[in-house]
């Protein structure tokens, strides 16, 4: 079904544009608190490159908050546009509604069920009982302690895994839209299942092959090449033995075979 908003809701975000990391039109926040969530966020916001921001409004103007968060969210700019790393938190007084908007590129560390969490948990009830600074503070620690160890449990199967390049480029490729990116990775004698799967998870993506065959094809201490396709809607992945790699693709036997000389030496 086809819904039309007007366009006033639009107008009015775009007359409400700032680039605080929070902007209180609600007056819920006393000064002092505006101030201690933006120094907690500007400063969170300037290490990592995410943008987490805090946005009360009186009303949406008969808008959707589905639709009224995403406007807003696009239309100030929130977060890098190639990464699509911004969060919105989001207070309609008028309409009552509360909700947390999340880029492509956090989605995979803040999932709509962790953020119904939050709203649940720390949102709703603190706003029933009129403590709005305990509502935002709760939930920007919530959302930053769960990126953070989403990142630290990525780290850690990172090196376990032996991925074929650094943290760093590994992240960037992991968080963007680039198509076809791919790396290698070693898997370990032990536990090698459980941590590429976890890697999986973590990534966010889905596997394009069924899980028996991902149990077929994955064994100890052996390389294979993986390699991300983000041609659809919903981005799948795909890995490849480096010796099947060999016998199939000649143009690329040197490569392998310096990789694995590489992966060997370690």
Known sequence: MLVCVSAEPLDQIIALKTNKAVYDQANLLAANETAYLEQTLDAYNAQTGNAIVIVTVNDMNGDYIEH???????????GKAKEDNGLLILAAMQERKLRIEVGYGLEDKITDAFASQVIADSLTPNFKNKQYFTAFNESVNSIINKINDNETQLKDVFIKLKI????DDFKKMTSNNDYNDFYYFKTPKENYKELFYKLVDIVGYSIRSNKDYIESILKPNTIYHLEYDNMSDY??????????????AEKTVHELFLIREKFNGV
């Open 68 to 78: 009224y968060s995403v406007n807003l969210a696009e239309t100030w700019g929130i």
């Open 164 to 167: 074929d390049m650094s943290f």
């Open 235 to 248: 981005p799948s992945l795909s890995i490849v033995e480096i010796e099947d790699e060999i016998k199939e």
